[in-house]
């Protein structure tokens, strides 16, 4: 069965007696590692390592784009069940624009941690300054918020970035900030 062709192969039985040929792309055993970070991509598992946020407050469900210690694009699939919709507001659910800078926020911890390493995994980025935040559209369950994000210096454990959050190309949200990484 091919990528395109979905029809079932006549020839095989569905047994797994015998593994693929390791040598054709795609065999497995996979190597999960490898595939979390393929084509510069960090899936979930990849930024629940390297950042210690969890739900109900993890604001990024995947980073591409990934260039270590110049940017990277965390990706927010926004839905309904999002606890926040249940008061912002339940009759016109609106993301709050607090929370996209969140998004903002943790997508620069992700490219922190991955520019200085495995040995910072986990390690917490705390917010120091923002600065000229502007909301220009809101942000409805359904949307998929690109949050670009831009280092644009680091003097030792302090990190200075521009954000920008997208949907469907359209500018939402916009904000340069300042965030220290703490010492282990």
Do not use: C
């Not at 390791?22 to 598992?45: F, N, Q, R, S, Y």
């Not at 926040?84 to 941690?113: K, N, R």
């Amino acid at each position: 069965m091919s990528a395109t062709d979905l029809s079932p192969d006549p020839a095989d039985d569905g047994s797994l007696d015998e593994a693929p040929d390791e040598t054709k792309k795609g065999a497995w055993p996979m190597d999960l590692d490898a595939v979390a970070v393929a084509e510069h991509v960090i899936d979930i598992h990849g930024i629940r390592r390297m950042i210690p946020h969890r739900y109900p407050f993890l604001m990024i469900d995947r980073v591409k784009d990934l260039v270590l210690n110049d940017r990277a694009t965390g990706i927010k699939n926004v839905t309904i069940n999002e606890p926040y919709f249940q008061g912002h507001f339940p009759s016109d659910p609106i993301m709050p624009g607090v929370l996209i800078i969140e998004a903002m926020a943790q997508t620069a911890a992700v490219l922190v941690v991955a520019s200085l390493g495995p040995e910072r995994e986990g390690s917490l980025v705390y917010f120091m300054s923002v600065e000229s935040a502007r909301f220009r559209k809101p942000v409805v369950p359904g949307d998929t918020l690109l949050v670009h994000v831009e280092k644009e210096r680091k003097r030792g454990n302090v990190w200075k970035f521009s954000g920008r959050a997208e949907v469907n190309g359209n500018v939402v949200a916009d904000a340069t900030y300042t965030a220290m990484i703490r010492d282990n």
